[in-house]
């Protein structure tokens, strides 16, 4: 039937991405970047959900082809899912308006940050650190540790697993399911590897060396330009954390 061949071509494409992105990714893996504006404020796993005047690190398709030509990048576009997150909030020209106008680093970091020890003001990341393995997410906490300067801050903003566990309390099952697995994901990219309440997340924060963690309300904190980049606000836990 045609939904199989369609699911079947879907599985495939999204492997070819993965491993495409992933490959691109390694290549790159013992680069770092020396030229950072002042202040030096890094977005990690920003999609295309970005602000002005900080360098965004991705592992996605938009960080890999942001310094293509604009026709290129609308082809990529164009080849996107309908069921892409991207292609729901952004028109093509708004996608390459993004591309050009921002600052994007292709990586993995699962092979370190790369950027040089204390050199960073300030790390945002937001919805991302629930798609690494736990042990992932600990070291990833380690390298924030090491780039961000000593009064620096890190913002980390992850799915509240406390509210998922309400919403089961509540009868809301399906809902609540949906932040343990990812329906009809296309990408292992886009699937959830482990989840967080501010309990678990503040002792994985105070173990990487951070010298002090609290918890922050939506769009409340230190962190520089919350009014653009802080979103998902019921669902969301919210958490900075100071070297």
């Known amino acids: 039937p045609a939904e199989i061949r ?16 992933a490959g691109h990714a390694w290549l790159g893996r013992n680069r770092r970047i020396s030229s950072l504006p002042s202040p ?11 602000a002005p005047g900080w360098v ?3 592992l996605g398709l938009a960080a890999m082809i942001a310094g293509w030509p604009t026709v290129l990048q609308r082809m990529a576009f ?14 093509a020209d708004q996608f390459c308006e993004v591309l050009r106008s921002n600052r994007f ?20 990341t937001s919805h991302f650190v629930e798609h690494l393995t736990r042990s992932d997410a600990e070291a990833f906490f380690a390298e924030a540790l090491r780039v961000v300067r ?13 509210h998922a566990l309400g919403l089961f309390e509540e009868g809301q099952s399906e809902e609540a ?14 699937q959830h590897r482990w989840m967080w309440n501010y309990t678990s997340l503040s002792a994985a924060l105070k173990t990487a060396g951070f010298a002090t963690v609290r918890r922050c309300a939506y769009r409340e904190g230190v962190t520089p330009d919350l009014g653009v980049l802080d979103n998902r606000r019921n669902e969301t836990l919210y958490v900075e954390a100071v070297a």
């Open 78 to 91: 164009k080849a996107l899912p309908s069921t892409s997150a991207t292609k729901q909030d952004l028109t």
């Open 6 to 21: 369609n699911a079947v071509m879907r599985s495939i494409l999204a492997r070819v991405h993965d491993s495409t992105v």
């Open 40 to 50: 030096a404020l890094i977005n990690v796993g920003s999609g295309v959900a970005v």
């Open 177 to 190: 399911l949906g932040y343990f697995f990812v329906n009809g994901a296309t990408s292992t990219h886009t």
């Open 105 to 124: 680093v292709h990586s993995d970091i699962r092979h370190g940050l790369p950027f040089a020890s204390d050199s960073v003001d300030a790390l945002f």
């Open 150 to 162: 000593s009064g620096g801050v890190a913002r980390v903003c992850v799915p509240d697993l406390d």
């Open 56 to 58: 965004n690190v991705d």
